[in-house]
């Protein structure tokens, strides 16, 4: 048990047929009760950051938690960068330690998005870092989508994708948007199961927090290894905070507020695990 790769950890779930819990950290209180809650059910974790929260925290003070956590609190724990566009930030999370990054180049062409990609790849891999890309977009930020056919990640282009680009794990644009929490999204089951005939590699699904927790099964089924849940945790640690912060008195110690918070993440991604290891 110990700080990990993405690519570690995804094998243990390839081979073990189970989904690894990617969980975005919003701060840096939330992340102890995060990793607390992994170790409880057993399971490695995935602790991801966006770009702008690990600059806003500092990288190398998420991959201190998380490497001392890793090690006394014997648990797989994956660092990873969320949605890095920009090479400059991913060069600067591996500087600082994280173990894993993400490339997104899905908004690039797709000729620009194979490049780039190879590039981080390279760049990662020869210093022992997993790297995730993406094809297809993943929508989202507001509720009431539609799902445009061009979200979707067309099979063809994902295999190409691979030929070219080593990734370890690859994001799929299947029906998700990211900051889905007011309603749940139809996933287009026909298209999984056709990209996980066609790839060989894990595969991640994105905007987690909006797909229904009936589905789980069937994505781990179908080789979704990666499942990233962001919002969930977001709304639950500030709905938490409301609560605690307007009835309180200024003086009162902040951990009385802030420990029911991380309490709620704590639960979520307890329940969480256990579905994704179909406990
Ligand atoms: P949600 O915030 O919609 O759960 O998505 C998380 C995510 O995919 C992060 O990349």
Redesign the pocket.
Known sequence: MAYKTLKEVLKDAEDNNFTVGAF?AHNLEMVPAMIEAAHEEGAPVVI?TSVATARYVGMSNFVAVCKSMATNEAVDVVLHL??ARDIKDIEDAIAAGYSSVMFDGSLLSFKENIEKTKRVVDFAHARGVSVEGEIGT?G?TEEGFTVKEGNYTRPEDAVKFLQECDVDALAVGVGT?????QSKTKLNFPLIEELHKKLNRPMVI?????VKEEDYHRLTENGIRKF?????I?VAWTKKAKEMFGETEVNNSLRNNIIPCNDEVNKIIKHKIELFMNK
Do not use: A, M, S
């Not at 948007?177 to 929490?181: A, D, E, T, V």
């Not at 990233?228 to 969930?232: A, H, P, Q």
């Open positions: 975005n991801q969320d949605h993943i989202g948007h990211h900051g889905q929490f994105h905007g987690g927090t909006g990233n849940v962001g919002t969930e977001l």
